[in-house]
């Protein structure tokens, strides 16, 4: 068994993935924007990741633009058979780097198409729909007339399967109405703890819960009492963050993003470790501790 096998796996629409993924946008250029400082080194993590294992890979068009799509179709097309590359639509890049809605059809149509020709692929295995009534976390609104266009891009053929990101338990429950939803992404971590109660909803319905900023993003995550732990059980505190994830529930997919072979290494080594139980109950007095402002 290789060492991520040992974080288990889930369903992410009819495929099974490993629970320990990879997450691209840290690739792309500073503020997600523009190339990578180092293109050998972007395409060195990609392909060590999938040698390790790793058959889940989250990313976006509107990570550069365009950049990180390029450097996963560089690094690693032609695709093994079980890889299953994630993309998100419903937001583009002004020219100062902003992140703004692209909700019109033509651009949701748009960004299907950029991502297939940027891939090389000719079906994306799952694209969420971002949502962006308020970019920094989910707001109320009905996402019908956006969903709707994605829902016939995949009984086009275009999309197999279809998630949802930055959203509300109200908007998981009209998309539904929709379009099979198989995927959750928000953002989520030790203290960032506002989908507790959401994703063990999604568990008893089968669909996957895949935390970003499951580091704390831009602002890693920084507490006491997760140094201690990683020192108690001899390893960092990163490691420990995402361990504590894995075993918050079953149904947690990992994207732990980084443009680091040893980052890389040391995420993917976390499948080895396993929190025991007065560890879990010490790292679930963190919540609230650290929040970072959140970005896309
Ligand atoms: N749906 C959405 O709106 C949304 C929003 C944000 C992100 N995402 C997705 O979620 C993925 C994960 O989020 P993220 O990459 O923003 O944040 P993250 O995984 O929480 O953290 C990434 C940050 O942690 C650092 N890091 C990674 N591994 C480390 C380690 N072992 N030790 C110390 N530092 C480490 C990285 O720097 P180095 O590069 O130096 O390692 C980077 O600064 C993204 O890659 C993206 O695919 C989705």
């Keep these: ?20 993924g990879y997450g691209a946008m840290q690739l792309a250029g500073p503020g997600v924007f523009g190339p990578p400082k180092d293109h050998g080194a972007a395409l060195a ?10 058959d889940h890979i989250d990313t976006s068009d509107f990570y550069g633009p365009h950049v990180t799509n390029r450097l996963i179709r560089e690094a690693l097309h032609p695709y093994s058979d ?9 937001a583009r890049r002004g020219d100062d780097a902003s ?7 033509e651009e949701l149509t ?33 996402i019908e007339p956006t969903l709707t266009v994605l829902a016939k891009l995949q009984q086009q053929g275009l999309v197999r399967h279809i998630g949802l990101s930055n959203v509300t338990p109200t908007q998981i429950a009209e998309g539904k ?8 992404q928000n953002q989520y971590n030790l203290a960032h703890r506002n989908d507790d109660a959401l994703i063990d909803d999604l568990a008893r319905d ?11 993003g831009f602002s890693p995550l920084q507490s006491s009492t997760l140094s201690d732990v990683a020192k108690r059980l001899g390893a960092t505190p990163m490691q420990v963050a995402l361990a504590w994830l894995l075993r918050r529930a079953p149904n947690i997919l990992l994207i732990p993003g980084t443009s680091s072979l040893g980052h890389l290494r040391d995420n ?18 963190v919540a609230g501790v650290g929040v970072e402002s959140p970005q896309h």
């Design 206 to 216: 089968g669909i996957a819960y895949v935390p970003f900023f499951p580091l704390g």
């Design 82 to 90: 079980d890889l299953v590359i994630v993309t998100k639509i419903g």
């Design 1 to 20: 068994m290789s060492s991520i096998e040992q974080s288990g796996t889930f369903a992410l629409g009819d495929r099974t993935v490993k629970r320990l």
């Design 99 to 105: 992140w703004l809605p692209a909700y019109a059809p």
């Design 177 to 184: 109405r929709i379009a099979k939803i198989v995927c959750v």
């Design 45 to 54: 993590v990609l392909r060590e990741a999938v040698a390790s294992g790793v």
């Design 110 to 142: 748009q960004a299907v198409h950029d991502n297939l020709r940027n891939l090389e692929r000719d079906v994306m295995d799952v694209v969420n729909l971002r949502v962006m009534f308020d970019p920094h976390g989910p707001a109320e609104g009905s």
């Design 268 to 285: 993917l080594a976390t499948a080895e470790i396993v929190l025991p139980d007065d560890a879990m109950k010490e790292l679930d007095g």
